[in-house]
Nanobody, 128 residues
Framework: QVQLVESGGGLVQAGGSLRLSCAASGRVFSIYSMGWFRQAPGKERDFVAAISWSGVTTYYTDSVKGRFTISRDNAKNTMYLQMNSLKPEDTAVYYC?????????????????????WGQGTQVTVSS
């Protein structure tokens, strides 16, 4: 099994920055592509960003392009989401996810059904 733990959320003013971390433990050798999703109150869980196993391939939803950067450090079993120029509409619970399918290792997928492991989430609140 794999455990994912997010951290780094909090309250920030519009225009500010936060860096989220997702630490993986357990059978970490079995996870490949990873991603970030978010869920605002009363809304569905939406894709934010994804990264391939090597980190070479990344993919972002349009609303965060140019503001958010996804990265990973496989030596530390940790994925990051640097969030700059935050807006009130970025307010949500942010979840990290990991895919155990070796065949997908070179992809950065936006589909939540491709992910096998999920963290518990960290709250990000952006005030106007």
């Amino acid at each position: 099994q794999v455990q994912l733990v997010e951290s780094g959320g909090g309250l920030v003013q519009a225009g500010g920055s936060l860096r989220l971390s997702c630490a993986a433990s357990g059978r970490v050798f079995s996870i490949y592509s990873m991603g970030w999703f978010r869920q605002a109150p009363g809304k569905e869980r939406d894709f934010v960003a994804a990264i391939s196993w090597s980190g070479v391939t990344t993919y972002y939803t349009d609303s965060v392009k140019g503001r958010f950067t996804i990265s990973r450090d496989n030596a530390k079993n940790t994925m990051y989401l640097q969030m700059n120029s935050l807006k009130p509409e970025d307010t949500a619970v942010y979840y990290c996810a990991a895919d155990r399918d070796y065949a997908n290792r070179n992809f950065a997928t936006m589909f939540p059904t491709h992910y096998d492991y999920w963290g518990q989430g960290t709250q990000v609140t952006v005030s106007s």
